[in-house]
Structures are given as C-alpha cells and as structure tokens.
C-alpha cells in the first residue's frame, strides 16, 4: 500500500520554463490537496479538489494550475516558471466524512523545485 | 488567516517536557496536530474536535479550548526521536471548508541526549 506518491522527487527549472507535478493516491479518497512549504510559512494551500471533477483555489493559487484526472490522480502545472516558485510542494488526500467533519490528510514524500 | 504557533523553536534535552500553542483568530471547528521530520512528509498525530478534548499519543497530548479559539500540545518525558517541526492545522467553524485546513507556521522541536 503506497499511500501518496509523488513524481519527480526533485526538479530544476529555469525561469519560464513549464512543468506538472504529478500525484497519485491509493487510498480511494475523494479529496486530494497541493501544498507549498517555505521556510518559516508553513504549508500553504495552493488548491484542492474535494472530489473527481471539481477543483478550487486554496490560499496562493497563482501561476499554478490544476487537474483532477481521476479519482486516484491530481497534478498540478507551473506554466511559466518563476524563482518565486522555488519550493517543496506536498500532495495529501483525504476522505473527509462530512463537510465539516473529521479530515486526516496523508502527504506524499514531497517534490524539491528549484527555479533558477 | 493562518494560525499563530509558539514558540517558533524549543529547544530540549532528553527526558524535559515542552508546550507548543496554537491560537486562531476565528472560531474552530477542529484542531490537527501534525509532525515532520526533516527532508519528510507531514505525518498526522492527533484531531481535537471539541471544547476541552484531550487526546494522547504516546507521550503526547493535547487539548483544545474552543472558546479561547486554542490547542496546545503536550511533551512529556521527550525522546530523541520527538525532534522535529510540528504543525498545528485548523478547520473554520460553520461554512463549507470541506476539508481544507490551514496550518500553522510550525515549531520547530529539537531534543538533544
């Protein structure tokens, strides 16, 4: 059982090039979520998809795009690749069991992005 | 609005406890403690969902003022292997967030022997 996986582990960029994150979860959650973290800000929701076929802007939603492929699978796209956007980015799901009820997310490993 | 940790850094010795608050400034419906270890993933710990819950995991506890809008998580006893950053994440009380929580800035636990 892998639980969130996460591809590529590591990545450089240089600026205004593209790329896509790619996640996937086997734990059948509806819910699945990006995260950016930098040093001393946290996690910061970049945006999350509540379930197959619906996605919504999180916290810094800018310069990122989404997809929710399938069920299993959420990536997320730089377009045009800034060195703002160097960061760690995290991948979690979750199977919240109400709208506002109990939501354990599991991450993934993470993806290490350097833009120069 | 992101919730406010404190202290930003602990630093321990084995055996020594250690407090780590998280205050919001709107009301709660949940507070989630999370762990990570360096170059790792977040890896949860413990959900509070009511007024004064407290929970334990090992050595660790929390509890949860719904009133004061805070959670605070209790070290006994630390280990080496406590070090790391923990993050507290919280889910708005009322609307719709539906799952989306938003984390803490962390702290940052170090415990040497």
């Known amino acids: 059982n892998a639980g969130v996986t996460q591809t590529p582990k590591f990545q450089v960029l240089k600026t205004g090039q593209s790329m896509t994150l790619q996640c996937a979860q086997d734990?059948?959650?509806?819910?699945m979520y990006w995260y950016r973290q930098d040093p001393g800000m946290g996690l910061r929701l970049i945006y999350y998809?509540?379930?197959?076929?619906?996605?919504d802007k999180g916290e810094v939603p800018n310069g990122y795009n989404v997809s929710r492929l399938n069920k299993r699978e959420f990536s997320l796209r730089l377009e045009s690749a800034a060195p703002s956007q160097t960061s760690v980015y995290f991948c979690?799901?979750?199977?919240?069991?109400?709208?506002?009820?109990?939501?354990?997310?599991?991450f993934g490993a993470g993806t290490r992005l350097s833009v120069l | 609005q992101q919730p406010v940790q404190s202290p930003q850094a602990v630093i321990l010795r084995e055996g020594e406890d250690a407090v780590i608050n998280c205050s919001s400034s709107k009301a709660l419906y949940s507070v989630h403690w999370y762990r990570q270890k360096h170059g790792e993933a977040p890896v949860f710990l413990m959900i509070l969902l009511k007024g004064g819950e407290q929970k334990g995991h090992e050595k660790i506890s929390a509890s949860f003022n719904e009133k004061k809008q805070q959670s605070s998580l209790y070290l006994t006893a630390s280990q080496l292997s406590y070090s790391g950053t923990y993050f507290c994440g919280t889910a708005p009380a009322g609307g719709t967030s539906y799952g989306k929580l938003t984390f803490g800035q962390g702290t940052i636990l170090t415990v040497h022997p």
């Open positions: 979690a799901s979750s199977e919240p069991k109400t709208r506002q009820g109990p939501n354990i997310q599991y």
């Open positions: 734990m059948n959650h509806n819910s």
């Open positions: 998809s509540a379930s197959e076929g619906t996605t």
